[in-house]
């Protein structure tokens, strides 16, 4: 089982900053990595496929980038409505599908 | 509209059963492989099992295999998750999700489980 680790656990940045998630696997895989954000109280939604893939209706500001164990999640810029938790998934070596503990992006 | 609806989730005692039941709308059910995905209270996401589109493959995580069996119905556009067994770190959040190549891709309203005596 591919297991996903993602850091930071919590990142505190302000509005119009840029924000850099990381999502680090425990063996490589090719670049079948998702990205979701979940707001609180919300249903995930997908943001990221295949590593560097937006997902329909996600905004530029958000990109994914990556392969072989490492992959990152960047904001631009961030927005207000961007402060939430994310996560990381693979789907190369399934089943299980895994996800990454998340990380809380705060104010 | 393209939609999820999860149901049927409550309180039950350890050693019970539930049946989940999600509707889906909006798309061609038959299609899509189907997954149920949950949270615990204030933790991450975690994959319980999948459905492909004809029902009839299905793949279950090591912790429910032999307790939980997923199902669905093409003619009525539902999909099930019949937990046996039920214990207290079962407790959760369950999403019904469309999978996408593999990623999840809708996402219906989740239903609790609450596992308690």
């Known amino acids: 089982e591919i297991v996903l680790t993602q850091s930071p656990a919590t990142l505190s940045l302000s509005p119009g900053e840029r924000a850099t998630l990381s999502c680090r696997a425990s063996?490589?895989?090719?670049?079948?990595l998702a990205w979701y954000q979940q707001k609180p109280g919300q249903t995930p939604r997908l943001l990221i496929y295949?590593?560097?893939n937006r997902a329909t209706g996600i905004p530029a500001r958000f990109s994914g980038s990556g392969s072989g164990t490492d992959f990152t999640l960047t904001i631009s810029s961030l927005e207000p409505e961007d402060f939430a938790v994310y996560y990381c998934?693979?789907?190369?070596?399934?089943?299980?599908?895994?996800f990454g503990q998340g990380t809380k992006l705060e104010i | 509209e393209v939609q999820l609806v999860g149901s049927g989730g409550g309180l039950v005692q350890p050693g019970g059963s539930l049946r989940l039941s999600c509707a889906a709308s909006?798309?061609?059910?038959?299609?899509?492989?189907m997954s149920w995905v949950r949270q615990a209270p204030g933790k991450g996401l975690e994959w319980v099992s999948a459905?492909?589109?004809?029902?009839?493959?299905?793949f279950y995580t090591d912790s429910v295999k032999g307790r939980f069996t997923i199902s669905r119905d093409n003619s009525r556009n539902m999909l099930f998750l019949q937990m046996n067994s039920l214990r207290a770190e079962d407790t959760a959040v369950y999403y019904c999700?469309?999978?996408?190549?593999?990623?999840?891709?809708?996402w219906g309203r989740g239903t609790l489980v609450t596992v308690s005596s």
């Open positions: 998934q693979q789907r190369s070596n399934w089943p299980p599908y895994s």
């Open positions: 999700t469309r999978d996408k190549q593999k990623y999840f891709d809708l």
């Open positions: 063996q490589t895989f090719s670049n079948y």
């Open positions: 295949d590593a560097s």
């Open positions: 909006g798309f061609t059910f038959s299609t899509y492989a």
């Open positions: 459905v492909s589109g004809s029902g009839g493959d299905t």
